[in-house]
């Protein structure tokens, strides 16, 4: 669960701190351009340098500084909690003059409050951990450090939050490219899920008994779903297809022929899988509802809240009414832009002391 | 898909989002079976709750027997409230609809319990499940024994059927 997420420099995002330490589901909600998005950006990056992008030109560009202020350095900072145990990871990047890639400036993991590696423009000093020396090494300052310094094995606090990073489901799908078909297993997903027969294929490899819960899910979504199979269509290729069955007869569907909604459906019950598999699992999903039929919004909100009640955390925006109402005050945040030349703000909901009807007032633009 | 209205299913019209956060708090339980329960959206007080209830469920619940709806309202101390909302509840429907409520207004139980209008729902939905009365017999809640009584009889074996 994430403790502290901390943005500066970063598009919208300056001096931003995301408060939701504790909340197993939030809501962002603000109005277009607010910066909702932009928070699923910045966890993209982390991510991107968990999954193994070291490369700084490939995670940020000079134009992602706020107002192109090339001059601050712009700072992620997250800390998390895992099992207890308390991680924190920093990276600041800038750009020294005459150069068009940034750099990093800044980088240091901490396990536990003391540092597991440091960093400082290029040198990289390894922590002394057990019997292992304090060792200190050069590193390119276009590379982020994190990616290649090596962990002593799986239970390392640093794979342990590596795999933790890089798992995280960072969720923005596209229905129409995900047509279930994969040549791979993954345990990451790309956010448009264009992956997801692979996605499928691996969580299954990783907990055949997460079949059970994707089911579980998907027959009270559709109750006339018999089974979901993964055939071989090539030596190395499979492609999803959906068995329906009822009193008249059974009918077998092609993944890529659902609904955009029942894509989404099926996305939902892998996340349900992925959570309880191989999680807990940060959920960041943008627009959830979106796709979705009015009168399943409620009960899709409220499923993906209940599925992190008891581990992980899922973190949603969304302008869907319905939506909206399946959180309370205390889970909503609120992300305010003045103008596009100013940064965003974010509140909790219960600190604006909205009198009255909450969809109302956002309808108005009140909020 | 269409939504099999035939099976067994409660709605809740809570008078205001108050109410609709106790109302997610009750949703968030496991293991409720969160799909029998919709949550409607907020009336807007009490007196547009009973309008719409009129409007628009009478009709519903008519035509779904197993329809149950459950009003969330606010008592704001008015003793009458309980009996003048269920004088606005045709006979043959008194069965399936239920009304609770704080005492006075979902604020005064927020205080009360010192936590927040989800956490009072996700309390007040486990002592449905345990079949005890420990949150719902706080003085702003007790006053809705006899409801829940019947709420138990008729609609915790539809939000909780493993139980």
């Known amino acids: ?367 | 898909m269409a939504p099999n209205l035939h099976l067994p299913h409660v709605l809740v019209l809570p008078e205001d989002r108050a109410d609709s956060q106790l109302a997610n708090g009750f949703l968030l339980t496991l293991p409720l079976f969160s799909r029998r329960m919709q949550v409607l959206v907020e009336a807007g007080g009490w007196t547009r709750a009973i309008d719409q209830f009129e409007a628009d469920h009478i009709v519903g619940l008519e035509r779904w027997p197993n329809r149950f709806l459950v009003l969330l309202l606010d008592f704001d101390n008015h003793e009458g409230r309980l009996t003048h909302v269920k004088s606005r509840i045709p006979e043959h429907l008194q069965d399936r609809v239920f009304v609770l409520g704080s005492l006075t207004n979902p604020e005064d139980l927020r205080r009360s319990f010192g936590t927040s209008l989800e956490d009072i729902g996700k309390a007040l939905a486990k002592d449905c499940q345990e079949d005890s009365y420990e949150s719902w017999g706080h003085d702003l809640l007790r006053h809705n024994a006899a409801e829940i009584d019947r709420l138990r009889n008729f609609v915790r074996p539809i939000l909780f059927p493993t139980n």
Not at chain 1, 22 to 32: A, E, T
Not at chain 1, 313 to 341: C, G, K
């Open chain 1, 1 to 367: 669960m994430i403790r502290r997420l901390y943005v500066n420099n970063f598009r919208c995002l300056q001096n931003f701190d995301l408060p939701i330490a504790g909340k197993p589901s939030v809501l962002l909600i603000g109005r277009n351009g607010a910066g909702k998005s932009t928070v699923g950006a910045a966890l993209e990056i982390l991510q991107k340098i968990a999954r193994g992008t070291n490369r700084v030109g490939e995670l940020v560009k000079p134009k992602d500084c706020t107002r192109n202020r090339t001059d601050v350095p712009m700072r992620f900072e997250i800390e998390i909690e895992l099992e207890k145990r308390i991680y924190g990871y920093t990276v600041a990047f800038e750009l020294h003059e005459g150069f068009r890639e940034m750099r990093v400036l800044e980088e240091k993991l901490l396990f536990e409050g003391k540092p597991i590696f440091t960093r400082e423009l290029a040198q990289v000093t390894l922590s002394r951990q057990g019997k292992v020396t304090e060792a200190k090494f050069l590193i390119d300052w276009h590379l982020v450090a994190l990616p290649i310094v090596q962990q002593q094995s799986p239970k390392d606090p640093l794979f342990l939050f590596k795999q933790w990073l890089a798992q995280m489901l960072l969720l923005r799908p596209i229905p129409k490219l995900i047509s279930g078909n994969s040549d791979q297993e993954t345990l990451q997903p790309n956010p448009e899920v264009s992956d997801f027969g692979s996605w499928f294929a691996g969580l299954l490899a990783f907990a055949p008994a997460a079949y059970s819960r994707i089911d579980e899910y998907l027959k009270q979504v559709m109750p006339d779903l018999k089974d979901i199979k993964n055939p071989l269509v090539g030596a190395d290729s499979r492609s999803l297809t959906v068995d329906f069955s009822t009193d008249q007869g059974t009918l077998t569907l092609p993944f890529a022929d659902l609904s955009d909604g029942e894509k989404c459906f099926m996305i939902c019950a892998l996340v349900f899988a992925a959570n309880r598999a191989n999680g807990p699992v940060l959920c960041f999903w943008d627009e959830p509802d979106n796709y979705l039929s009015l009168d399943e919004v409620g009960h899709f909100t409220t499923a993906l809240r209940r599925a992190f009640e008891l581990g992980g955390q899922f973190v949603a925006t969304s302008h869907n009414p319905e939506t909206i109402n399946r959180f309370s005050d205390e889970n909503t945040l609120v992300l305010q832009r003045n103008s596009h030349l100013e940064p965003t703000t974010v509140r909790p909901l219960s600190d604006l002391q909205i009198k009255g009807d909450l969809v109302g007032a956002i309808v108005r633009g009140e909020l």
